[in-house]
């Protein structure tokens, strides 16, 4: 038997759904249709009643949900691409981000985001969204790169007494794999070593994990042993598996999916010049898309995020400094 | 319907009394400085249609109240201790909000009080989800009333909210106080329609008008809309004409409001309209209004004083965690 990224999703809110009577899954086609990508295919025949669909009006969505959290509940709810979470905006970094801290009232809601680009969607059906919401102060933010991931870390952060942004990648919803769904798993705010190395770290989350590590692979064929960490979570940062893994190799490279301006990789450029600064033997570099919407040809999709190629020749730029 | 009764009329008149009372002490501590943190924004105008709504919601039936910047005779009404805005307004860390946030943006959640954002319009699809996880719990019937005003009715928010709690059939009261100024925009360049309650129709949701200075057409309008979203559960939208008879917040001296409307029917002082109106009907004389005020000003100087001896938050204590989930908090300035 073997599971796809997407699939574990679905899993993942059937088991919060028989386990927990609060959860509840609100957003655009998520009932008989089973959900744009079909991550809640068959949910609402299995769970009547506790599988909404909702209207086009992604602000009154995310406020329903916060409503529905003041009330004890524990809403999922799924843009149907991140892109228009933008829609909802307000309601997440304004509403659901500051509640708690407001008002001692926990906002545990779970926005769910199919994100990242795939060849042919274009500006508004690609977008990584996971720096805008990192920003704000009362929220977690989670960028899943693995199936077993992809379950578990939903499966805790819809247990969360917190508002959870949940950055599913569209490109791993199907060729994505495993054997089996995990039992345990590393805890949300622990990133992983996903690849041992000593001449050099590659920073990164989400699909540019994969592309990552292509690259390492063929950075092997030359000789040079790259270390990859998957944040995993990027809200927070376990800043300390950063460091440790920049202390083995003394150079880093941060690469991500999302618009070059700000963002998670330059904070992580950031926290590794402020705490770590003495480790690095070279400059660390990052690698983004480029400053320009995304575009919707594939010819030109391919060239604007980064893929294995481009972080091969970041690396073997940085190997060389 | 049954008419409105000497018992309903006088509390909730002596509700909109304690509300004016201390919203006047505020006001003038604002002026004189010091001690009022943060800014002051009256409810002086709106008492009736506020109060009038506040009376007939219950928190022991599970009702939610979501009120705005002008809903302290509202909020009272419902039930919020007169400490909540005393300690708000002046500043004291046992303050609903402790100190993190202010005001009007005070609530408690928990108790069927939550707690506005400034953005307006946003509070309504709130009010509505509390409204659903009620029914999907299974918790007895009660209703949810969210208050705007018209500027929120030009959010992309409230048109959201409006349409979802209609289509989920909601027992939502949504008062809509037509003061007729946004800030300093009047509202022939806030909606084009001929009244807002037209809108209700498009919304599919049942639309009620009233004169929002006339404190008995407002108990007697909110009896029939709370009623009727409790017995229909289906979103009810009351449209009170009404003017706001202060600044947008004391900081402004409203120099832009037309004179003319305050000659108007809409323009009258609701605490006016409704003395005149008890002492008419007899149900109660000049010495009991001076009762009345006197036991208002007496508490309003008991929580204003208890909460001005009351320290203000300190940062050093503060625990700067915007998590629930202490374990995620960062650790700050990297």
Redesign the interface.
Known sequence: MSITYLAAIREAQAKALADDPRV?IYGQDVATFGGAFKATKGLSEAFP??VMD??I?????????????????R?IVEMQFADFSS?AF??IV??A??????????CPITVRLPSGGTAGSGPFHSQSMEALYAHY??L?VLTPATVEDAYSMLLEAIA???PVIFCEHKLLYYHLKAESLPVENLP??EARVVRSGQHATIVTYSAMVHESLKAAGMMAEDGYHIEVVDLRSV???D?DTVLASVARTGRLLAVGEAFPWGGVTSEVI??VA??GFDLLDCPPRRLNARDTPIPYHPNLWKAHRPTADTIYSALTNLVRL | MSPVTAEKFITTYRWMLLARILEDRIASLYRAGGAIVGGVYLGRGQEAFSAALGVHLSRERGDVFGGLIRDMAGRLAFGEPLLDPARSYLGSAKGPMRGRDGNIHRGRPTEGLPAMISHLGSLVSVVSGMLLAKRLKGDPPCVGASCVGDGATSTGAFHEAMNTAAIERLPLVVAVANNQYAYSTPTSRQYACENLVDRAKGYGVTGHVVDGTDLEACLDIFERAVTAALETQTPQMVVGKLLRLSGHGEHDDAFYVDPHLREESSGRDPLTVAETHLLEKGWGTPSDVDAWTADAVERVREAMTQAQREGGPDAAVETWEALASRHLVEGGNA
């Open positions: 509840f009643g506790r909702a209207p009006s992604e602000d009154a969505m995310v406020g329903m949900a916060i409503g529905a959290a003041i009330e004890g509940m809403p829609i307000n309601q304004n509403q981000a500051t509640l708690y801290w407001r008002t001692g009232t926990p102060p009362g977690v969360l007494p917190d949300i705010g809200k927070p940062i800043t950031a926290r402020a705490e």
